[in-house]
């Protein structure tokens, strides 16, 4: 029986005709039978897809042919074939929505102004340097962090990538601009981003985790400086590294420790409830609350 993967990627490249490039990797995935979500934008793609192992290599082979998705780094994980109920590739005017999409400068390499990449090794080698000095700001929305996070890390009030330039802007940051600060997000594609908008706006010493949390866990599952679960933009909802892993999350309801988002019923409502196993049975649980801002564009990133 065929191995089920599920790929998370991005690539920042300059794409004349974006429009074109949509096409053709909708026509590739089709080919493929691969189900997921893929963003195009004049500066890259973004990508998250599943499907049989052998037919996304091939996809992973055929997208690195184009100039400028050559050093593409495609993240692989456990899938079942459940992940994604459809294939969706769309053109969009930023690959991540900052709202600011004249400020990324990109070329045939990739972002030029954002923070200094540094390998899962690095992160650790760093904190060993400078210890407390060192601080992890999180690139998320907040909803993501309630199940897992950084050691110490900060978590700004985000419900959405919108609002972090208003949050970098608020000042409530500034004390931290002669600090080195190490971004993380799932994947990385969020941190290219922030951290390009943080040098921007004068923090002078910022970092980017390369591979995300994806590839910072798949090193040092739960023995590094990562703690709890991962949420994921697929059916998964949320990824453990390994057994060992603490769980952070508070059932809304009981709060008993959990990391299980589940879907709220409302008609309409996209938000996601953070429930545990017995509070989840109560159809009660899951019915829809003013509260329920925070996800309602929780399918909008990628990673």
């Known amino acids: 029986m065929p191995l089920n993967k599920i790929i998370l990627y991005y690539g920042f490249a300059p794409i004349a005709d974006?429009?074109?490039?949509?096409?053709?990797?909708?026509?590739?995935c089709e080919t493929l039978e691969l189900k997921g979500r893929i963003l195009i934008s004049p500066h890259g793609i973004n990508g998250t897809l599943g499907g049989k192992m052998e037919n996304l290599k091939k996809y992973a082979h055929?997208?690195?042919?184009?100039?400028?998705?050559?050093?593409?780094?495609?993240?692989?994980?456990?899938?079942?074939g459940n992940e994604f109920?459809?294939?969706m590739v769309k053109v969009r005017k930023e690959l991540v929505a900052f709202t600011t999409p004249d400020e990324v400068q990109v070329d045939i390499t990739g972002v030029?102004?954002?923070?200094?990449?540094?390998?899962?090794?690095?992160?650790?080698?760093?904190?060993?340097?400078?210890?407390?000095?060192?601080?992890?700001?999180?690139?998320?929305?907040?909803?993501?962090?309630?199940?897992?996070?950084?050691?110490?890390?900060?978590?700004?009030?985000?419900?959405t990538t919108h609002d972090f330039v208003?949050?970098?802007?608020?000042?409530?940051?500034?004390?931290?601009?002669?600090?080195?600060?190490?971004t993380y997000c799932t994947g990385g594609i969020r941190c290219e981003i922030l951290s390009a908008v943080m040098l921007n706006r004068g923090f002078k010493e910022v970092?980017?985790?390369?591979?995300?949390?994806?590839?910072?866990?798949?090193?040092?599952?739960?023995?590094g400086l990562w703690q709890g679960a991962l949420y994921v933009f697929d059916n998964r909802m949320t990824l453990n590294f390994s057994e060992e892993a603490v769980t952070l999350g508070t059932c809304v309801n009981c709060s008993e420790k959990t990391s299980q988002y589940r879907d709220?019923?409302?008609?309409?409502?996209?938000?996601?409830?953070?429930?545990?196993d017995e509070c989840f049975t109560n159809p009660k649980n899951l019915k829809c609350d003013e509260s329920h801002i925070?996800?309602?564009?929780?399918?909008q990133q990628i990673g």
């Open 166 to 182: 208003a949050e970098i802007e608020s000042g409530k940051y500034d004390h931290l601009k002669d600090k080195p600060i190490v």
């Open 264 to 276: 709220c019923e409302g008609p309409g409502c996209k938000d996601l409830v953070l429930l545990c």
């Open 112 to 159: 030029v102004n954002g923070g200094k990449h540094l390998k899962p090794q690095q992160v650790n080698e760093l904190v060993e340097k400078r210890g407390d000095e060192v601080v992890f700001f999180d690139g998320r929305n907040a909803f993501e962090a309630e199940i897992g996070k950084f050691k110490n890390a900060i978590v700004p009030d985000i419900q």
């Open 85 to 87: 109920s459809k294939l």
């Open 62 to 80: 055929a997208t690195k042919e184009f100039k400028g998705f050559s050093k593409i780094d495609f993240k692989w994980s456990a899938g079942t």
């Open 207 to 223: 970092y980017q985790i390369e591979g995300g949390i994806v590839r910072y866990g798949q090193k040092y599952r739960d023995a």
């Open 294 to 299: 925070r996800g309602r564009k929780k399918l």
């Open 18 to 28: 974006p429009q074109a490039i949509m096409l053709w990797q909708r026509t590739l």
